[in-house]
């Protein structure tokens, strides 16, 4: 008889195989190691487990009528893939209302992401996540290539809280010449004054005077502050300030 040898491999690391020999009517079979030290199975079709990764040849015997044919079959493990390479923009550390973008620069047949709240995707450049407290967190990337998962790569995303919106406060009206000062209770690394002109003054105290300049003008002023991480707060309330022109005084006599 002709014996023939078949196997589903290549298979990945840690995967059984089974090794198939032609069937002949009444005939019998034995599965051998490749130096036929070592009698694996008196079957058609054996499962071989926990191959090394590469090559491993099996030898198959078919036996009819005290007549043997001997077929060879090599199997190949691939091995684990290695972990993908994981990007993220702007950075892992993202303020609370901003957006991050995780990427891979690693090529693969296909993707396969999880991370907090639910997140997964399969593409190799997920959509961007708007950070805060529930997206934050890890998130896992493996790849599959040539049907043979990678090991995992993580990366932690940690969103930080915005600073809490100022209260704003100011000294009203003030005759021209005067100082006009702002001030508020917050507590920042920065304060970003922002002018009725649309200029931002920044100081590191929580108090801004001013009594000259182009934003020494009458109108809104808002701040919004900046803390370590460099997060900016909401928009303070507006606080109105008045310059009042100074009255020209006249004195006369009827001498």
């Known amino acids: 008889p002709s014996a023939i040898a078949l196997n589903n491999g290549p298979v990945c690391s840690g995967a059984d195989v089974v090794l198939t020999g032609n069937e002949i009517t009444g005939a019998s079979y034995e599965w051998y190691d490749s130096a036929f030290t070592t009698l694996l199975a008196t079957s058609r079709e054996y499962t071989a487990t ?20 001997t077929a060879s079959t090599v199997v190949t493990v691939d091995s ?7 990007g993220v923009s702007p950075n892992d550390t993202v303020c609370a209302g901003e957006f991050f973008s995780l990427s891979t620069a690693t090529a693969a047949d296909s993707y396969v992401w999880s991370g907090p709240n639910g997140f997964s995707s399969s593409s190799q450049n997920p959509l961007a996540i708007e950070a805060s407290n529930i997206t ?25 809280d915005l600073p809490a919106t100022p209260v704003l406060a100011s000294n009203g009206s003030v005759c021209e010449g005067d100082s006009v000062v702002l001030t508020t209770t917050s ?22 005077s001013l009594a000259s300049g182009s934003n020494y003008v009458s109108g809104v002023w808002t701040l ?6 460099g997060c900016y707060s909401m928009t303070s309330n507006g606080s109105s300030v008045t310059i009042n022109t100074i009255p020209s005084a006249v004195a006369l006599n009827n001498g």
């Open 136 to 160: 934050e967190g890890l998130y896992t990337l493996s790849v599959v290539v040539n049907g043979c998962g990678s090991a995992d790569t993580t990366i932690t995303i940690e969103s930080i």
């Open 224 to 229: 919004s502050t900046q803390n370590s991480a």
């Open 80 to 86: 684990v893939l290695q972990a993908p390479s994981i």
């Open 50 to 69: 926990g191959l090394p990764e590469g090559d491993t040849t099996f030898q198959f015997v078919l036996t009819q009528n005290g007549c043997s044919d």
């Open 187 to 208: 507590t920042a690394t920065m304060y970003n004054w922002i002018s009725p002109i649309g200029d931002t003054v920044m100081t590191m105290q929580p108090r801004l």
